[in-house]
C-alpha cells in the first residue's frame, strides 16, 4: 500500500473537531451520528445548522452505499467497508470531510461527476438536478447521481476531493465540504 490512511486521518483531524468516526459504516451509525451532531451543533445559527445537517446526511449515506469493502490484514485500522466522517471548524468555517474506499470504475465516475457539478453555477447545479430528477436513471447501487449536487447546492462550495492510491485495486477517496458561518 503506498499510502497511510492513519497519517491522512491525523492531518485532517487537526482543527477545532466537533464530530468524527472512523469504522465500518452501519445504519445505526448514521442514526446515533446524526444525533450527536445534532447535539453538538445546538448553539450554531439555526441557517448553517440545518445545511451543514443536510450535508451530513447526504455524505453519510454516501458512505454507506458506496464505500467498497476492502481486504487489508486483520489488524489493521482499516479493514472492510469503513468509512471516515468529520466535522470540524476552522475559524468562521465548518468542514465536512469523509473518505472511503473506491475501486477505479467508481473513481472515474467520481472524477467526471464531481468536475461536472464544480464546473457549474448554481442555476447550473439545479438544472442538472432536475435533468437528472427526470432522467430516473439509476446506478448498480440505487442512488442517480442527486447525492452530490444536493452537497453542492447546499453548502453553496465547491467539492474539494481527491484520490490516494492505495493499491491496484483501490484508492481513497476523500471529500472536502467547506460552510461559511
Not at 31 to 49: F, G, H, K, Y
Not at 80 to 91: A, E, F, N, Q
Request: net charge negative; proline share 2%; charged share 25%.
Amino acid at each position: 500500500m503506498s499510502v497511510d490512511i492513519n497519517n491522512w486521518y491525523k492531518t485532517v483531524t487537526s482543527d477545532d473537531v466537533i464530530y468524527l468516526f472512523k469504522g465500518e459504516v452501519t445504519d445505526q451509525l448514521i442514526a446515533q451520528s446524526l444525533d450527536v451532531i445534532e447535539r453538538q451543533l445546538e448553539n450554531t445559527p439555526l441557517p448553517i445548522r440545518k445545511k451543514i445537517y443536510n450535508v451530513l446526511v447526504e455524505c453519510l449515506q454516501n458512505l454507506y452505499h458506496h464505500a467498497s469493502a476492502v481486504p487489508f490484514k486483520k489488524d489493521d485500522d482499516f479493514c472492510g467497508r469503513i468509512g471516515v466522517c468529520l466535522l470540524s471548524k476552522r475559524d468562521e468555517h465548518y468542514h465536512v470531510v469523509t473518505g472511503n474506499f473506491v475501486v477505479p470504475k467508481q473513481q472515474a465516475f467520481l472524477k467526471g461527476h464531481l468536475d461536472k457539478i464544480n464546473s457549474l453555477d448554481k442555476e447550473g447545479q439545479k438544472e442538472m438536478y432536475k435533468e437528472i430528477l427526470d432522467n430516473q436513471t439509476f446506478s448498480e447501487k440505487g442512488g442517480g447521481g442527486l447525492g452530490m449536487i444536493d452537497i453542492a447546492r447546499k453548502s453553496g462550495s465547491r467539492l474539494n476531493y481527491s484520490f490516494i492510491n492505495c493499491c491496484d485495486d483501490y484508492n481513497f477517496f476523500t471529500l472536502d465540504v467547506t460552510f461559511n458561518n
